[in-house]
């Protein structure tokens, strides 16, 4: 069975403080990508990383997150001043390829709550 | 990526086979068909996908019209742990752009009653 890991599965700062949430991809996948959901709704593309590279991120993660896949084994997303709204369920998933046969397997999620 | 259709919840009663529905009217010819499922404070958990052919795994049957405008999942003998948001989602067959991210809607919630 794949195997995406995340860590801390949750994480509690106050409004302004920086959090961080890493994510260890399954075994020889290539892609990643990061989701956020809010409340059970529908997920959120945030950002996708191909062999470590950043190809494609939405404006507010340009904006107020950090995110870096430094090796093929860990990734990580930051968010440099966290705010009330950025409580949420930040979910990693990753796949061998991008090719759209490819599964997509999810980690359990890190639940970010900001006070 | 086409949008699917799904009903908002359906109900089923534990060892019943349930046919969960999605209509997908605008598919293209390069799109797979990808299920998910989701109980709540978890990630999505991959169930199967397929591209024409009906196809068949440990968790559940994929069942897909011959014109590829609706496909249902089939899960047989279910159980509590089945109970969960499913959700219908096309996925283009070619390297795309944002790396093939998958679109999820709001999908069906399954209720199981025991």
């Known amino acids: 069975d794949a195997a995406v890991t995340q860590k801390p599965r949750y994480l509690i700062k106050m409004k302004g403080q920086e959090a961080e949430m890493k994510c260890i991809p399954e075994k020889g996948h290539t892609a990643v990508f990061w989701y956020q959901q809010k409340q059970s709704k529908e997920l959120k593309f945030l950002i996708y990383f191909q062999n470590q590279q950043p190809l494609d991120q939405i404006d507010m993660v340009k904006e107020r997150f950090s995110a870096v896949c430094p090796s093929s084994s860990l990734c990580s997303l930051g968010i440099r001043t966290c705010e009330a709204e950025d409580s949420a369920l930040y979910l990693c998933?990753?796949?061998?390829?991008?090719?759209?046969?490819?599964?997509?397997?999810f980690g359990p999620g890190t639940r970010l709550t900001v006070l | 990526d086409a949008k699917t259709t799904q009903p908002d919840s359906m109900e089923s009663t534990e060892g019943e086979t349930v046919h969960l529905p999605c209509s997908h009217a605008t598919i293209s010819g390069n799109e797979y068909i990808y299920w998910y499922r989701q109980v709540p404070l978890q990630g999505p958990e991959y169930v199967t996908h397929?591209?024409?052919q009906n196809t068949t795994n440990s968790m559940a049957f994929l069942a897909i019209a011959s014109d590829r405008k609706s496909s249902t999942l089939i899960l047989t003998h279910v159980s509590l742990r089945d109970a969960a948001v499913y959700h219908c989602?096309?996925?283009?067959?070619?390297?795309?752009?944002?790396?093939?991210?998958?679109?999820f809607g709001t999908g069906t919630l399954l209720s199981v009653k025991p």
């Open positions: 989602i096309l996925r283009a067959m070619n390297y795309g752009g944002s790396g093939n991210k998958l679109i």
């Open positions: 998933s990753s796949s061998q390829s991008t090719w759209g046969g490819d599964e997509q397997y």
């Open positions: 397929g591209l024409q």
